[in-house]
């Protein structure tokens, strides 16, 4: 079974200083996605970065990035140059099928940003 | 700006009162999902729509139900809310993908209280 795994219930960070939020998961089909997504206080969740499995280089995008080790199973997500507006909940997901596909979560980093 | 809606953003209900909530978009995507969040916890699918085609998840309970008229159009129906039914709940849409796989475009989410 198809599983995602963040140890790191809550983290803080020094604004302006990079932090990286650890994302494990577990699948054996080699065919696969890995997201983070943004939940702030208001509810909504925020799509922030792709990573595919057969990708050969580590996605970016802006300030957020991706560590993808593959033969770790894992996919952490680095924010560089934090800012007071980062502190959220942050979720890894995993998507696999087709004809739409389905996330599975992990459960989440909640992230503290002190200025 | 294209986007995902959901109405109400706050609905409370009585135990055992009918609900539904509503998700429409902008997007023109083929995919629906609908997910519930409770306090703390990850999102979790209930179910989703390829177009019409209708795909539910093995743990979702028969009180949950889903109808697509059109395209831009789902709705989520709690025939008899329950206490434990109290949640986020998510709507999601995608494109189908043709290479890897498509980010999710979440709406803000619709909070339900059961009295």
């Known amino acids: 079974a198809q599983k995602i795994t963040q140890t790191q219930p809550g983290m803080f960070v020094q604004e302006k200083e990079a932090v990286t939020l650890d994302c494990t998961y577990d699948?054996?089909?080699?065919?696969?996605?890995l997201f983070w997504y943004k939940q702030p206080s208001s509810g909504e969740m925020i799509f922030l970065i792709y990573?595919?499995?057969?990708?050969?280089q580590n996605a970016t995008e802006g300030r957020y990035s991706l560590n993808f080790q593959k033969a770790r199973k894992s996919a952490n997500l680095v924010i560089s140059a934090s800012q007071l507006g980062d502190s959220a909940m942050y979720f890894c997901?995993?998507?696999?099928?087709?004809?739409?596909?389905?996330?599975?979560f992990g459960q989440g980093t909640e992230l503290s940003v002190k200025p | 700006d294209a986007m995902v809606i959901q109405n109400p953003r706050y609905q409370v209900t009585q135990f055992g009162k009918p609900v539904t909530l509503s998700c429409s978009q902008t997007?023109?995507?083929?995919?629906m999902y609908w997910y519930q969040q409770k306090s703390s916890q990850a999102p979790k699918l209930l179910f989703h729509y390829y177009d019409k085609d209708f795909n539910n998840e093995a743990d979702t309970p028969d009180n949950f139900q889903s109808r697509r008229p059109n395209t831009s159009f789902c709705f989520l129906d709690i025939r008899s809310p329950g206490l434990g039914d109290a949640a986020m709940y998510l709507c999601a849409t995608s494109r189908p993908q043709i290479q890897g796989y498509n980010e999710q475009f979440f709406g803000p989410g619709t909070r339900l209280t059961v009295l």
């Open positions: 699948t054996s089909d080699p065919s696969y996605g």
């Open positions: 997901a995993m998507i696999q099928g087709a004809r739409g596909g389905k996330l599975i």
């Open positions: 990573q595919g499995s057969y990708d050969q």
């Open positions: 997007l023109n995507h083929n995919v």
